[in-house]
């Protein structure tokens, strides 16, 4: 079975730039989460999606935005971009209840220049 | 404010020593506890989890942790490591469901 999968893997943009990344959960995941890792830091949470409603949110700047889709998968969108917003960003996925175990996706590495 | 510490954020061991990471959380409320490792370039792999009953808990690659509520910790303990096992180690709280706080990651480096 597919694990959590991540688009693009990798990808440089310019200072004031928009960009969107891409998430497909396991599939029967219906939960979806983001992290934010900045080069050697923990990752940090940046939302929750579940059912296509956001369930929860991180203590981050309205620049960033996300949506899931009726087939679960999900986007998180970053508008203008800033230097500091380079990091590794994983996305994760679960099944619904506490307790269950969160697989995370090799991340997409965005370099800001 | 809630929290997570990984009191070390290097620890260096020789192949076939034990090794031991320890994590401390802040919390009044009831938690779930998991250590996840990273290797380089990649995500995060889970390595086990406490959700509760037994405060020993084991996981996959031989590791295994100790639930102490008491202490508020939950420390990641291997009898013998090898080459392989050099990667980052996080220690992760989910105060809510689908939410982890991570700690800042410990870097083990295993040497010959």
């Known amino acids: 079975d597919a694990g959590v999968t991540q688009s693009p893997t990798h990808l440089i943009k310019t200072r004031g730039q928009h960009v969107t990344l891409r998430c497909s959960p396991i599939?029967?995941?219906?939960?979806v989460s983001w992290y934010q890792q900045v080069l050697g830091q923990g990752p940090q949470f940046i939302f929750q999606?579940?059912?296509?409603?956001?369930?929860g949110r991180g203590n981050f700047p309205d620049r960033f935005s996300a949506r899931q889709f009726p087939n679960y998968s999900s986007e998180l969108n970053v508008n203008a971009l800033l230097l500091g917003d380079s990091a590794l960003y994983l996305c994760?996925?679960?099944?619904?209840?506490?307790?269950?175990?969160?697989?995370f996706g090799e991340g997409s590495w965005l370099t800001v220049v | 404010a809630q929290s997570v510490t990984q009191l070390d954020s290097q620890v260096p061991v020789f192949e076939e020593a034990p090794v031991e990471l320890r994590c401390n959380y802040s919390?009044?409320?009831?938690?779930?506890l998991f250590w996840y490792v990273q290797y380089p370039n990649q995500g995060l792999q889970l390595l086990l989890k406490?959700?509760?009953?037994?405060?020993l808990v084991k996981g996959i690659n031989g590791f295994e942790a100790e639930f102490n509520k008491s202490q508020t910790s939950f420390h990641l303990r291997k009898p013998s490591v090898h080459i392989s096992d050099t990667a980052e180690y996080f220690c992760?709280?989910?105060?809510?469901?689908?939410?982890?706080?991570f700690g800042a990651g410990t870097q083990v480096v295993v040497t010959p």
């Open positions: 406490y959700l509760s009953g037994s405060t």
């Open positions: 992760a709280v989910a105060y809510s469901w689908g939410k982890l706080q």
């Open positions: 999606y579940y059912e296509k409603e956001e369930r």
């Open positions: 599939s029967g995941h219906k939960s």
């Open positions: 994760a996925s679960s099944l619904q209840g506490e307790g269950n175990t969160i697989y």
């Open positions: 919390s009044s409320v009831s938690v779930y």
